[in-house]
C-alpha cells in the first residue's frame, strides 16, 4: 500500500492559540523538526521530542503529519529549498558544478541531513526545483531527456554520499585517520597495487576531488548511450 503523500495534505486550522500557546501548524512543526535535525541529527528529531518542544501530545500531530517517514519528507524539503539553482555565472557545466556545490553545502550543513536523504524519497516543490534545475542544464549541454532523467539520479546519490561522508566527519585524507594508517599498513608483498598507489589514494583536497568527480560524471554523460525507453517506470530520483 502507497504511503499518503505530505505535499498533497489539506490544510489544518489550529484549535489552540492565544497568549498562551502559539497555534500549530505543519510549518511549525517541520521547523521544530529541522532545528532538532540540525542540533542532534537524525536520532535527535523525533514527533514525541517535536510534540514536547511544542508543548503538546504526539497525538496532536497526525492532524498534520502521518507519521515520521512523512516528517522526514517534509523536512529535507524544507532543507533544500536553500540550495541554489541560479545565480552561477559560465556555461552549463559551470552552472551544474555550482548547483550539485550548493546541493552538498546544504547537506553537509546538518549531521542528519545526509542521511535523511538517503532513507527518503524527495518528492516535494524544492526537489521538483533541483530535479528541473538538472533536466534543463543538462539538455544545454545536448543530453537527451532519457539519459538525463537517469544522470539526476547518478548525479544526486553522488552528492549525497560526499555530503554523508563529510557530515559525519569522515577525512580518508587525514594522515591519522583509519583509512591513511591501513593504506600506510598495507605491503607491497600482499597489496603492490595499492602500496603503489597509496599516496595517490590520499592526495587532494575535499573541493579538488569534488570537482574532479563530477567533471568525471558528467562527461560520461554527455557521452553515455541514449536512456531508457520513454515507457519505463522506475523510482524518483535521490535527493
Same mark, same amino acid.
Not at 496532536?60 to 519528507?73: C, R
Not at 532519457?146 to 563529510?166: F, K, M, N, R
Given at each position: ?22 497555534? /500549530? ?5 517541520? =521547523? ?87 532513507? =527518503? ?32 539520479? /547518478? ?85
Amino acid at each position: 500500500m502507497a504511503r499518503p503523500n505530505p505535499f498533497e495534505a489539506p490544510p489544518v486550522k489550529s484549535r489552540r492559540g492565544g497568549p498562551a500557546k502559539a497555534p /500549530l501548524s505543519r510549518d511549525a512543526i517541520v =521547523t521544530c523538526a529541522l532545528q532538532q535535525l540540525t542540533q542532534g541529527g537524525l536520532e535527535g528529531m523525533s514527533l514525541r521530542k517535536v510534540a514536547a518542544a511544542l508543548e503538546t501530545g504526539p497525538a496532536s500531530l497526525y492532524a498534520y503529519v502521518d507519521d515520521l517517514h512523512a516528517l522526514h519528507a517534509l523536512v529535507l524539503d524544507r532543507a533544500l529549498g536553500k540550495v541554489k539553482l541560479r545565480g552561477a555565472k559560465g556555461s552549463w557545466r559551470a552552472r551544474l558544478q555550482a548547483l550539485l556545490r550548493s546541493y552538498i553545502q546544504v547537506l553537509s550543513a546538518s549531521p542528519g541531513l545526509a542521511q535523511l536523504a538517503f532513507g =527518503t524519497i524527495a518528492v516535494g516543490p524544492n526537489a521538483l526545483r533541483i530535479t528541473e534545475a538538472l533536466l534543463a542544464l543538462l539538455e544545454e549541454a545536448g543530453v537527451s531527456a532519457a539519459t538525463g532523467a537517469w544522470a539526476v539520479d /547518478l548525479l544526486t546519490l553522488y552528492v549525497t554520499a560526499i555530503a554523508a561522508e563529510q557530515a559525519g566527519g569522515h577525512a580518508p585524507a587525514d594522515p591519522a585517520g583509519a583509512v591513511a594508517r591501513a593504506f600506510a599498513a598495507a605491503t607491497p608483498a600482499e597489496h603492490p597495487h595499492l602500496h603503489a598507489a597509496r599516496d595517490h589514494l590520499l592526495s587532494g583536497t575535499g573541493e579538488e576531488r569534488f570537482a574532479w568527480a563530477v567533471d568525471v560524471l558528467l562527461r560520461g554523460i554527455v557521452h553515455a548511450p541514449r536512456g531508457p525507453s520513454r515507457g519505463a517506470r522506475r523510482r524518483p530520483p535521490r535527493r
